[in-house]
């Protein structure tokens, strides 16, 4: 159990069109979900924290009318990226947060954004 | 704030050798740590946590680590590694247990086992 899927794994967008980002819960539900973005051969860096029904919380230096962030239900969270531009370009994760059973985040395989 | 030093970017080891990942952190408040494996194309899968209590945790896939409050580390253990060991490991510190709180993650260290 606790399987955290990511949709699309991989898109390429035009500079200046928006895509967005689906995070699933697919067997648990989770009231908060995680974003991270991942640059090549780096860390993760935590984005926002999504809660269920109320607006995220952004990490400093997030832009938040630029990765809107979308936490409608207890199953899904939904990042868009809004005017994409080729320095978006990067590998985002997502994860939830468990607090049944095992309490622990559980990670989304990731998906690759290539802005051209 | 916190941080997360992963010293080794890359650790080459010969298969059945032991291994350690070397992880440091530095936290203001009490500090919870974790180790996530990321195999390719997968996404993070934890390995352990350290929340309160033994300073050994024993994680899954023969992993083991050692919090040491006065040196501030949480160093990653293998007696014997496999192939299958090949991955990208990750340490991470959240100051609110059981990962209910965004994680600060190191750079990360990707482990090659050598035949």
């Known amino acids: 159990g606790a399987v955290v899927s990511q949709h699309p794994s991989w898109v390429i967008c035009k500079s200046g069109t928006s895509v967005k980002i689906e995070c699933r819960s697919l067997d648990f539900q989770a009231t908060t979900m995680f974003w991270y973005r991942q640059f090549p051969k780096q860390s993760l860096m935590l984005m926002a924290t999504s809660n269920e029904g109320s607006k995220a919380t952004y990490e400093q230096g997030v832009e938040k009318d630029k990765f809107l962030i979308n936490h409608a239900s207890l199953t899904l969270s939904t990042l868009t990226v809004t005017s994409a531009h080729p320095e978006d370009s990067s590998f985002y994760i997502c994860?939830?947060?468990?607090?049944?059973?095992?309490?622990?985040?559980?990670f989304g395989p990731g998906t690759r954004l290539t802005v051209t | 704030a916190q941080s997360v030093t992963q010293l080794d970017s890359q650790v080459p080891v010969f298969e059945e050798a032991p291994v350690e990942l070397r992880c440091n952190y530095s936290s203001s408040v009490s500090v919870y740590l974790f180790w996530y494996v990321q195999y390719p194309n997968q996404g993070l899968q934890l390995l352990l946590k350290y929340l309160s209590g033994s300073t050994l945790v024993k994680g899954i896939n023969g992993f083991e680590a050692e919090f040491n409050k006065s040196q501030t580390s949480f160093h990653l253990r293998k007696p014997s590694v496999h192939i299958s060991d090949t991955a990208e490991y990750f340490c991470a510190v959240s100051d609110k247990g059981g990962g209910a709180d965004g994680l600060t993650f190191g750079k990360g260290t990707h482990l090659i086992i050598q035949p």
């Open positions: 994860s939830a947060f468990r607090t049944s059973g095992s309490s622990e985040q559980y």
